[in-house]
Protein backbone atom coordinates (compact mmCIF):
# COMPACT_ATOMS: atom_id res chain seq x y z
CA UNK A 1 0.00 0.00 0.00
CA UNK A 2 1.29 3.44 -0.86
CA UNK A 3 0.61 6.05 1.79
CA UNK A 4 2.78 8.54 0.11
CA UNK A 5 1.25 11.72 -1.30
CA UNK A 6 2.73 14.58 -2.88
CA UNK A 7 3.17 16.43 0.33
CA UNK A 8 4.65 13.97 2.21
CA UNK A 9 7.61 14.16 -0.84
CA UNK A 10 7.73 17.74 -0.10
CA UNK A 11 8.16 17.15 3.60
CA UNK A 12 10.81 14.15 3.24
CA UNK A 13 12.64 16.54 0.89
CA UNK A 14 12.92 19.20 3.19
CA UNK A 15 14.16 17.24 5.69
CA UNK A 16 16.68 15.68 3.50
CA UNK A 17 17.95 18.81 2.71
CA UNK A 18 17.86 20.38 6.31
CA UNK A 19 19.92 17.57 7.34
CA UNK A 20 22.57 17.83 4.82
CA UNK A 21 22.93 21.16 5.30
CA UNK A 22 23.33 20.60 9.60
CA UNK A 23 26.17 17.54 8.44
CA UNK A 24 27.86 20.09 6.11
CA UNK A 25 27.24 23.16 9.09
CA UNK A 26 28.90 20.27 11.64
CA UNK A 27 32.08 19.50 9.41
CA UNK A 28 32.85 23.49 8.51
CA UNK A 29 32.68 23.93 11.87
CA UNK A 30 35.04 21.06 13.21
CA UNK A 31 37.72 22.37 10.24
CA UNK A 32 38.31 25.36 12.20
CA UNK A 33 37.60 27.85 9.78
CA UNK A 34 34.16 27.77 8.34
CA UNK A 35 33.43 28.95 4.70
CA UNK A 36 30.72 31.58 5.87
CA UNK A 37 32.01 32.23 9.37
CA UNK A 38 31.52 31.16 12.64
CA UNK A 39 28.38 32.68 13.23
CA UNK A 40 26.62 32.15 10.42
CA UNK A 41 27.65 28.11 10.28
CA UNK A 42 26.67 28.00 13.55
CA UNK A 43 23.14 29.72 13.12
CA UNK A 44 22.06 27.56 9.62
CA UNK A 45 23.33 24.75 12.42
CA UNK A 46 21.03 25.64 15.06
CA UNK A 47 17.97 26.29 12.01
CA UNK A 48 18.78 23.00 10.06
CA UNK A 49 18.78 20.22 12.94
CA UNK A 50 15.06 21.15 14.58
CA UNK A 51 13.57 21.91 10.58
CA UNK A 52 15.22 18.64 9.77
CA UNK A 53 13.10 16.86 12.96
CA UNK A 54 9.79 19.12 11.74
CA UNK A 55 9.62 18.33 8.59
CA UNK A 56 9.99 14.41 9.04
CA UNK A 57 7.21 14.36 11.57
CA UNK A 58 5.43 16.00 9.63
CA UNK A 59 5.96 13.61 6.77
CA UNK A 60 5.18 11.14 9.01
CA UNK A 61 2.40 12.18 10.30
CA UNK A 62 0.90 12.89 6.62
CA UNK A 63 1.45 9.46 5.91
CA UNK A 64 -0.12 7.99 8.57
CA UNK A 65 -3.27 10.76 7.48
CA UNK A 66 -3.38 9.05 4.31
CA UNK A 67 -3.19 5.41 5.60
CA UNK A 68 -7.21 5.26 6.48
Known amino acids: M???TPLSGLFLLGSCIAAIAAVGCVFEIS???PDLGMQNT????G???PLTALF???AVRDARANMK
Open 2 to 4: NTM
Open 31 to 33: SGQ
Open 42 to 45: SIIL
Open 47 to 49: ISI
Open 56 to 58: FFA
